[in-house]
């Protein structure tokens, strides 16, 4: 029997708190061991540990035993759990303890696990050390991941910030942001696919929230080659993963308040859209806008029409893989997150219209 069935559950659930950490665990699989299979942009380039900071990395193997554990940096943030078909549920890596318990209790035998990181990594800087099974137990084959790819650019939408929050006026802690429930995850486990996230709250295209009208440094062109958040370091290989749809969720935050400049932002979409077609040449390309801009607004229809003549110049040239989604504005009829960011209720909204429209150009069922 399982030790957690009482934490399986609903949205917004109880979180697992860690045990207290075991000083030398006695059969640790280490995170650069072949039979961890890792989704996301992920380095094992330092120290033997997978260091990553973008929200929605996968980290999944095979085991044998009754229980299973991970050893992390301590503090390094919530994650989902999916063990064998036990409901999901979340677990927090807590400043005090290196060792997170995931699963206790299980049938003997062989059990399969993916847990996912559902906050951003910028300030606490996750590292995961590797895997601790039952003394004498091991790991199996690799396992196998879905052959469709998704890629997500975006903000503190694509992030799932404050979706876990009970209104506007909570705080957008990490205790309340969840991306396993965000439109992007959502829409992966929709179509069966594996889901690539490159994504920051506050981010822009030209400038970030609250920037220089004049642009910043630093915005998403700037980062995006990078594995982990930072215009500097490890770059990332794109021959790795390359995305059959890529979705590019971008403009909130450069269209803040005071005062934009649409035909910067025109440049930095340009700029973005050639530099992801540069890599992948025949990936087809999605450019929404978010829910937060409300219905008929100036921002909504310069955003709108900037994403129209990008869309326009790109199928100019030949290129007809780039499509264009505009979700539907929130209202407050589904509720709001944390600061008025999309609730659960419109993260799913969004994602039933995404997955439509991917099926359509795609032909997936």
């Given at each position: 029997?399982f030790?957690?069935?009482?934490?399986a559950?609903?949205?917004?659930?109880?979180?697992?708190k860690?045990?207290?950490?075991?000083a030398?665990?006695v059969?640790?699989?280490p995170?650069?061991d072949k039979?961890i299979?890792?989704?996301?942009?992920?380095s094992?380039?330092?120290?033997g540990?997978?260091?990553?900071?973008?929200p929605?990395?996968?980290?999944?193997?095979?085991?044998t035993g009754?229980?299973?554990d991970m050893?992390m940096?301590?503090?390094?943030?919530y994650?989902?759990v999916?063990?064998?078909?036990?409901t999901?549920?979340?677990?927090?890596?807590s400043?005090?303890?290196?060792?997170v318990?995931l699963?206790?209790g299980?049938?003997?035998g062989?059990?399969?696990?993916?847990?996912t990181?559902?906050?951003?990594?910028?300030?606490?800087q996750?590292?995961f050390?590797?895997?601790v099974l039952?003394?004498?137990e091991?790991?199996?084959?690799r396992?196998l991941l879905p052959?469709?790819r998704?890629?997500?650019?975006?903000?503190?939408?694509?992030?799932?910030?404050?979706?876990?929050?009970e209104?506007?006026?909570?705080?957008?802690?990490?205790d309340?942001?969840?991306?396993?429930?965000?439109?992007?995850?959502i829409t992966?486990?929709?179509l069966?696919?594996?889901?690539?996230?490159v994504?920051?709250?506050?981010?822009?295209?030209?400038?970030?929230?609250?920037?220089?009208?004049?642009?910043?440094k630093d915005?998403?062109?700037?980062?995006?080659?990078?594995v982990?958040?930072?215009?500097?370091g490890?770059?990332?290989?794109?021959?790795?993963y390359?995305p059959?749809?890529?979705?590019i969720?971008?403009?909130?935050?450069?269209?803040?308040n005071?005062?934009y400049?649409?035909?910067?932002?025109?440049?930095?979409?340009?700029?973005?859209?050639r530099?992801?077609?540069?890599?992948?040449?025949?990936?087809?390309?999605?450019?929404l806008?978010?829910?937060?801009?409300k219905?008929?607004?100036?921002r909504?229809?310069d955003?709108?029409q900037?994403?129209?003549?990008?869309q326009?110049?790109?199928?100019?040239?030949?290129d007809?893989?780039?499509?264009?989604?505009?979700f539907t504005?929130?209202?407050?009829?589904?509720?709001?997150g944390?600061g008025?960011?999309p609730?659960l209720?419109q993260?799913?909204?969004?994602?039933?219209q995404l997955t439509?429209?991917?099926?359509?150009?795609?032909?997936?069922?």
């Open positions: 029997m030790c957690m069935v009482a934490m559950a609903c949205k917004a659930q109880p979180v697992v860690p045990e207290p950490a075991a030398n665990p059969n640790l699989i995170a650069t039979s299979v890792y989704t996301g942009r992920v094992t380039s330092q120290g540990y997978a260091r990553y900071t973008y929605g990395v996968q980290i999944r193997c095979n085991f009754t229980g299973i050893l940096k301590p503090g390094s943030g994650y989902m999916e063990i064998d078909s036990i999901p549920y979340k677990v927090l890596s400043e005090e303890d290196s060792l318990m699963a206790h299980l049938a003997p062989e059990h399969s696990i993916c847990v990181s559902v906050t951003e990594g910028v300030n606490n996750p590292r050390y590797g895997f039952d003394e004498g091991k790991t199996l084959r396992p052959q469709r998704l890629e997500f650019i975006g903000n503190s939408i694509t992030c799932g910030l404050g979706n876990e929050a209104g506007p006026k909570v705080n957008a802690t990490p309340v942001q969840n991306w396993y429930y965000s439109y992007d995850a992966a486990r929709n069966r696919a594996q889901c690539m996230v994504a920051r709250s506050g981010i822009g295209v030209y400038r970030n929230c609250l920037g220089s009208p004049k642009g910043d915005v998403m062109p700037d980062l995006y080659p990078y982990t958040f930072g215009s500097t490890e770059k990332w290989d794109f021959s790795t390359t059959d749809v890529l979705c969720g971008l403009g909130t935050n450069d269209t803040t005071p005062g400049d649409t035909e910067l932002l025109y440049q930095g979409f340009m700029r973005l859209y530099d992801v077609r540069g890599y992948y040449p025949k990936t087809k390309i999605i450019f806008t978010g829910t937060m801009l219905k008929d607004s100036k909504l229809r955003l709108c900037t994403l129209d003549r990008v326009r110049e790109a199928r100019a040239a030949g007809k893989g780039v499509y264009r989604l505009d504005p929130a209202d407050g009829s589904l509720g709001y944390s008025y960011h609730s209720k993260h799913e909204l969004m994602a039933k439509a429209l991917i099926k359509k150009i795609t032909g997936w069922n």
